[in-house]
């Protein structure tokens, strides 16, 4: 078999042209959709990823305001520049980009975000809403992961999902919205003994490892849904996943690239998140 390969630019195209016209709405009642973006230090991969998020909030009608402070920046100023946030009414959504520079705390600079701002969803609160089900701003990697398997039309009730990893920002939220869609969920991680007995009986696979080769060929279910989360380069410097996509597509029923998988996804959902929130807040 070869596997159909689930498109994350396409979708992500689609899912902006909503964002667009809800932005569009939005304006129409007098409300500008605005995102904060944080970034401290000069770290340029955390660079890139901004500069693609401002402009993916010009391109669909969300003001994005780019706040970029020297890597030297004190704990008490950057949670001053939080606060000053969570007060602007212009401003509905905040994302502080990670890493920060060692000497800040990033769990309390994420805590000082107000809930209702929090669009990364990496908040206890945000947390706490998607662990007991109740409505609130979900993690954009794993909230775009689950649209990707939307697309492919495959229904979670009572199929058995794998995640490979348990970080809080992608593993663990990754798990949860794969429970409450009725899947069976289990969840491996670097612990996990033998990981291919749990992937070979997954109707979905979602692997977020950050290691090359993580998933090959002979640990996946013939058919079954392989999302790619992992961002690695390979010997010769090019991009790739955890997943060895030239074996597992030959077993794969769906599988996601890398690039043009995941990637344009979180920026989408992101965006997804940021209007969802300036539409709370606009009642
Ligand atoms: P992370 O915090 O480093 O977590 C990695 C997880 O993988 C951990 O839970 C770890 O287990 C587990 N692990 C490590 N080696 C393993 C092994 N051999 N077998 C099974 N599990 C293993 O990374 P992350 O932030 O979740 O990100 C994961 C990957 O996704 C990275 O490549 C990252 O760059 C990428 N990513 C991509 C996007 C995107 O938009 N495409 C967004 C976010 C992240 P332990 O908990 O036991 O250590």
Same mark, same amino acid.
């Given at each position: 078999?070869?596997?159909?390969?689930?498109?994350?630019?396409?979708?992500?195209?689609?899912?902006?042209?909503?964002?667009?016209?809800?932005?569009?709405?939005?304006?129409?009642?007098?409300?500008?959709?605005?995102?904060?973006? $944080?970034?401290?230090?000069?770290?340029?991969?955390?660079?890139?990823?901004?500069?693609? !998020?401002?402009?993916?909030?010009?391109?669909?009608?969300?003001?994005?305001? #780019?706040?970029?402070?020297?890597?030297?920046?004190?704990?008490a100023d950057l949670l001053a520049r939080v606060e000053a946030l969570n007060g602007d /009414?212009?401003i509905?959504?905040i994302?502080?980009?990670?890493? #920060?520079?060692?000497?800040?705390?990033?769990?309390?600079v994420?805590?000082a975000i107000a809930?209702?701002k929090?669009?990364?969803?990496?908040?206890?609160?945000?947390?706490?809403?998607?662990?007991? *089900?109740?409505?609130?701003?979900? /993690?954009?990697?794993?909230?775009?992961? &689950?649209?990707?398997?939307? +697309?492919?039309?495959?229904?979670?009730?009572? !199929?058995?999902?794998?995640?490979?990893?348990? +970080?809080?920002?992608?593993?663990?939220? &990754?798990?949860?919205? #794969?429970?409450?869609?009725?899947?069976?969920?289990?969840?491996?991680?670097?612990?996990?003994?033998?990981?291919?007995?749990?992937?070979?009986?997954?109707?979905?696979?979602?692997?977020?490892?950050?290691?090359?080769? $993580?998933?090959?060929?002979?640990?996946?279910?013939?058919?079954? $849904?392989?999302?790619?989360?992992?961002?690695?380069?390979?010997?010769? *410097?090019?991009?790739?996943?955890?997943?060895?996509?030239?074996?597992?597509?030959?077993?794969?029923?769906?599988?996601?690239?890398?690039?043009?998988?995941?990637?344009?996804?979180?920026?989408?959902?992101?965006?997804?998140?940021?209007?969802?929130?300036?539409?709370?807040?606009?009642?």
């Amino acid at each position: 078999m070869t596997a159909r390969i689930i498109d994350g630019t396409a979708l992500s195209r689609h899912l902006r042209a909503g964002v667009g016209e809800r932005a569009a709405a939005l304006r129409a009642r007098g409300v500008i959709p605005g995102l904060a973006v $944080v970034l401290v230090g000069d770290d340029p991969a955390s660079a890139v990823y901004v500069r693609n !998020k401002v402009k993916a909030c010009e391109q669909h009608g969300i003001r994005s305001v #780019l706040e970029t402070y020297p890597a030297t920046m004190t704990q008490a100023d950057l949670l001053a520049r939080v606060e000053a946030l969570n007060g602007d /009414p212009a401003i509905h959504g905040i994302l502080v980009q990670m890493p #920060l520079p060692r000497h800040l705390d990033a769990h309390a600079v994420i805590e000082a975000i107000a809930p209702a701002k929090d669009v990364d969803g990496f908040s206890v609160a945000s947390a706490g809403e998607l662990m007991t *089900g109740l409505p609130g701003l979900r /993690p954009a990697t794993p909230a775009g992961c &689950m649209k990707l398997i939307e +697309s492919t039309g495959t229904d979670l009730r009572g !199929k058995h999902a794998v995640v490979i990893g348990r +970080s809080n920002t992608v593993g663990k939220p &990754m798990a949860l919205l #794969l429970l409450q869609a009725n899947a069976t969920v289990t969840v491996c991680h670097s612990a996990t003994p033998d990981l291919g007995t749990f992937t070979r009986q997954a109707d979905v696979v979602v692997a977020a490892v950050g290691r090359r080769g $993580v998933l090959r060929a002979d640990m996946v279910k013939p058919g079954a $849904v392989v999302i790619d989360v992992g961002i690695n380069r390979d010997e010769g *410097g090019k991009l790739c996943g955890d997943v060895d996509f030239a074996g597992v597509s030959q077993v794969a029923g769906y599988i996601t690239p890398v690039p043009g998988g995941v990637g344009p996804m979180t920026i989408t959902m992101l965006l997804v998140n940021t209007l969802d929130a300036a539409e709370r807040a606009a009642g």
